[in-house]
């Protein structure tokens, strides 16, 4: 796809809010049976302040720090620093120390690796961003993207989500 003027080389893909209320219950079944793609995982915490638990679907990729989860929701300011989390993949849990990575340029440098590994026309769903471009991204384009929405990494430390 050829990018026109107005819209960016890079960008998120967000799901309509009415599609995350219906999904994220079935695929939370899902996942924790054992019956989805490895690709997904079950992110369980509590809030560093509110103390509230969550249990949050993603997408779960292998990037060059190990498993991690590419977001641009509120949810992902609980993992400054580090912060425990349960990840459920396969049917299987594992405790681990979830880290927050929001710097732009670290961002981009680490999706731009991953584009590449994944070749940018199959890597824009396999990372969930949409790339506009009828070529490779450069640094730059991922970096004005991850400035503009807020893309992060939430690195899922202690090893990768258990595997099926």
Not at 49 to 78: C, H, M
Request: hydrophobic content about 40%; some cysteine; overall charge positive.
């Amino acid at each position: 796809m050829a990018k026109d003027d107005t819209q960016p080389a890079v960008e998120g893909f967000p799901l309509p809010r009415w599609l995350i209320r219906i999904a994220n219950p079935l695929a939370r079944r899902l996942i924790d049976q054992g019956r989805a793609p490895a690709e997904l995982a079950v992110l369980r915490f509590r809030g560093r302040k509110s103390g509230r638990a969550f249990k949050i679907p993603v997408g779960v990729v292998q990037l060059d720090e190990g498993a991690a989860a590419l977001t641009d929701a509120d949810w992902r300011y609980n993992f400054h620093g580090g912060h425990p989390v349960e990840v459920s993949a396969g049917g299987k849990r594992q405790r681990c120390i979830a880290t927050l990575v929001d710097d732009p340029d670290e961002v981009a440098a680490e999706l731009h690796r991953a584009i590449r590994r994944y070749g940018y026309k199959r890597a824009g769903r396999r990372l969930g961003i949409r790339i506009n471009l009828g070529r490779e991204p450069t640094l730059d384009e991922i970096a004005d993207a991850a400035r503009r929405t807020g893309l992060s990494i939430v690195y899922l430390g202690g090893g990768a989500p258990p595997r099926r």
